[in-house]
C-alpha cells in the first residue's frame, strides 16, 4: 500500500486554490447528469426509509442533492465555495436564503426555499454533529479523493461522528497510477479504506469499475459503509 500512497502523500491543495478552480471555471470534476452509482444504489441506501436526512460532503454543485430533494428528501452540504453554492441554487433554478450559523464563526448557510436543502460554505473540518446532528444516509463522491491525503485520518474520524446508527454511506474512491498525476482526485488503496473506516464500520464493496486508457489504467470503487452498531 505505501507504494500507493508515497508519490501523493505530501500534495497539499489549500481552500484557497479550490476557489480559484471555481473562479476560472476549472471544475472538470461536475457532472451534469445525476450519479449513475447513486441510481444503481439507491434501494440500497435506502434501505426501505423514506425522508432520509443526507449529508454531502464537500458537495460542490452536484445535481444529485436536488435529485435526493426532489425525491422527498433532505440534504445538507458542505462547501467552502460561495461561488459553487450560488450556482448550485441558480442553475437549478431555485431561490434561496442565507443566514450566519453562530456556532460557526465566518461560516454561511444558504438554505433553499422550496427544497430541503441547506449548504454550509465553510471548510469541512470546521463542521460538526453539533450543527445539524447526524445522518441517514452520506454521498461520498469527489470528496475522501479530494481532501489532502495527509488529513485522512481526521476526515475518516468527523464522517463516522456524523453518521447515526441506521446510516447507510456510500464511499467512491479512485486507483490508478499515482506516479503519472498529482492529483486530485488522489488514490485511495482498498486497504486504506479497511484501516480508515474497518474498525468502527462495515464496508461492502459494491462495484468495481475499471477501464484502460492509453497511459494508464482506472478504478472506480463504490462502498457501502454501514456503523457496527447497527
Ligand atoms: C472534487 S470536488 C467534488 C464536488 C462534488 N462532490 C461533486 O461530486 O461534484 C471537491 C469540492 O470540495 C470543495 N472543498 C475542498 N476542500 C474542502 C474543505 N476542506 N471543506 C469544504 N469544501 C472543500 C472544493 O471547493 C470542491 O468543490
Known sequence: ????LAPQADRVMALSEWEDRWQE??????????????????DKVLNGRTGVRFFFP??????????????????????????????????????????????????????SSEKNISLYQCDL???????????????DRGSLVAINPRDREKYAALITTLMAT????????????????????FVVPEEQVHILFG??????????VSDMTDRD???ENVHLLTPKTS
Open 166 to 185: 441506521d446510516c447507510r454511506y456510500i464511499l467512491n474512491t479512485l486507483l490508478y497510477n499515482p506516479e503519472l498525476y498529482k492529483g486530485p482526485p
Open 58 to 111: 464537500l458537495c460542490g454543485k452536484a445535481v444529485d442533492m436536488k435529485w435526493l430533494a426532489d425525491l422527498g428528501h433532505s440534504v445538507v452540504g458542505v462547501e467552502i465555495s460561495e461561488k459553487g453554492i450560488r450556482d448550485f441554487f441558480e442553475e437549478n433554478n431555485m431561490t434561496y436564503s442565507v443566514e450566519t450559523v453562530a456556532s460557526l464563526p465566518g461560516a454561511k448557510v444558504f438554505k
Open 217 to 219: 489504467y482506472r478504478t
Open 125 to 139: 473540518f470546521n463542521f460538526s454533529s453539533s450543527i445539524e446532528g447526524q445522518f441517514g444516509a452520506i454521498w
Open 25 to 42: 471555471g476549472r471544475i472538470g470534476f461536475h457532472r451534469p447528469q445525476v450519479n449513475k452509482m447513486l441510481e444503481k444504489n439507491i
Open 199 to 208: 474498525s468502527r464500520c462495515s464496508i461492502e464493496l459494491l462495484h468495481s
Open 1 to 4: 500500500m505505501s507504494s500507493m
